[in-house]
């Protein structure tokens, strides 16, 4: 069963927490318990993913998605970074390989999150595991993630704390949907910035303190070159693969 | 109630819930057959910040000063509250200010 530490970096769990965790793994159960309890659990943090469903709501119709589309997106994709760049980069018409690869590429992290939930998934039938998969966001993974190392064993956490974002989520997008559609001329209200400063409260998430700043250096001057001589949304990809690579090249030595 | 609706935006709906959903479930599929390397773990982690990064030169050249000194109180407020919207209304606000009283400065 050493095969079940799979799970890059733990955060804070000392030695002892570890072990035990370890031992709990052999028992996991998807039972009702454990989706009502990831629920409840992840209802405050869903409170928050519905207010940024309202702001995702008005800026998606302010693109020019129909309410429609919008909640489809919210229902289907379930991804709050991938969404909002995907409604700053849409037009008409739609750039469809810059959004869908864009999608693709802001979402690729996920393969890390879905592999660290293995030692516990494994022992769900398919059905179950591909199922919560699928309503697995940043917020519900850390917060399974903290579960299932407590060693409960509760098999259903992620489905029960995805399906409170999902309703929250999704609900909020047609209630900002319906709002934005009344507001007015968005600049009133400073809503062109809306999303840059989104990204920017985004960013600072993603900061890993100082080694981050290096390849974020890398792909900002990537981006601007790219975008200076390349048209369409070139920049996005090249200032993204830029960053990777000088990590990885960084990391070699 | 719906508006006009766009056969073509929802394909394209459709193509983004595949492609995110082949992100979540690949990862736990994949780690049965391959054991991603150190830096391609490492290398996959940077990705989601660099195209941040991306992003934000390009809306931030475009911006101008009073979107830049709006955007280091959105940094600021961030860094300390760790609340995404707390920080985005702090940012908006700053802008409407410098919009509305010191514009001709910046």
Known sequence: ?253 | MFGEVSLTALAVVFGMSIVTYATKAGGFWALDRVEPSQSVREGLDALPGGILVAILVVRLLEGGPSEWVAGIAVLAVAHRMESVLLSMVVGVCTLLIIRGSGASIV
């Open chain 1, 1 to 253: 069963m050493s095969q079940t530490k799979t799970e890059s970096g733990s955060d804070s769990s000392s030695g002892d927490e570890a072990a035990s965790a370890e031992t709990e793994t052999e028992r996991v159960a998807f039972c009702r318990g454990g989706l009502k309890a990831g629920f409840v659990t992840c209802v405050p943090v869903a409170l928050g993913v519905g207010a940024y469903g309202l702001v995702f709501g008005v800026l998606a119709r302010e693109a020019g998605l129909s309410l429609l589309t919008a909640v489809v997106m919210s229902a289907t994709v379930l991804a709050g970074a991938a969404q909002l760049i995907a409604v700053g980069l849409w037009d008409w018409p739609i750039p469809v390989v810059a959004v869908i690869g864009t999608t693709l590429v802001v979402n690729l992290r996920y393969l890390l999150m879905g592999a660290s939930l293995r030692p516990w998934f494994t022992r769900l039938s398919s059905r179950q595991a591909y199922t919560s998969l699928f309503f697995m966001a940043d917020e519900n993974w850390a917060l399974t993630i903290q579960d299932l190392r407590s060693g409960n064993g509760r098999g259903g956490f992620l489905l029960g704390s995805g399906l409170a974002i999902w309703v929250f989520w999704v609900v909020c997008t047609a209630i900002g949907g319906v709002a934005g559609s009344r507001i007015g001329d968005p600049e009133t209200y400073g809503l062109g910035f809306v999303l840059t400063a989104i990204f920017l409260a985004l960013l600072v998430s993603f900061w890993e303190g100082r080694e981050s700043l290096i390849p974020w250096i890398v792909a900002a001057v990537v981006a601007a070159s790219v975008d200076a001589v390349l048209p369409g949304r070139w920049y996005i990809l090249a200032g993204g693969l830029a960053a990777s690579l000088t990590e990885v090249t960084r990391n070699v030595r």
